[in-house]
């Protein structure tokens, strides 16, 4: 069998919590940390003051990855105000283009920046393309003919 750094503390059914803050985390964890991870199913206790190593370990790898993926989907998300002023426009041309399915709401007043950038983008380029195609009233009329005729 091999014997590694932390074998003894396996065999003998957990390791501590300050062995176990030290192994996860530089700095080492606080004990709120622990209590806190504890509570929400992360780390795993075997008895008092002892917790299963590699349950634990694998439950923080889990956490981390979690709250990564909440930072990630957190830093897209703006609110009103942002948005409005990235884009230069003002909260009610927001609502009408949230109306539209322009721009994405994600909750009251927040905006998720990406998706809603991209929209934008989509509202400008159909906008100035219908403009293009609509022909004007005065399109064919000679402004200096028509003073001549009166």
Known sequence: MTRGKYASNLEMGGVSAAKLASI???PPLTERAIRQLVERGYLVKRRRGAFDLTASVQGYQRY?????A???????????????????VGERWMRML?????????GRAEYELAASVQGYVRFVRETASAARRKPRRDAGRDPIEEGAET
Do not use: Q
């Open 70 to 88: 909440v930072l990630r989907r957190d830093e897209n998300i703006v609110s009103a105000a942002r948005l409005g002023a990235i884009l230069a």
């Open 64 to 68: 981390l990855y979690e709250a990564k």
């Open 98 to 106: 949230a109306d539209d399915g322009y721009l994405v709401k994600t």
């Open 24 to 26: 996860l985390a530089t």
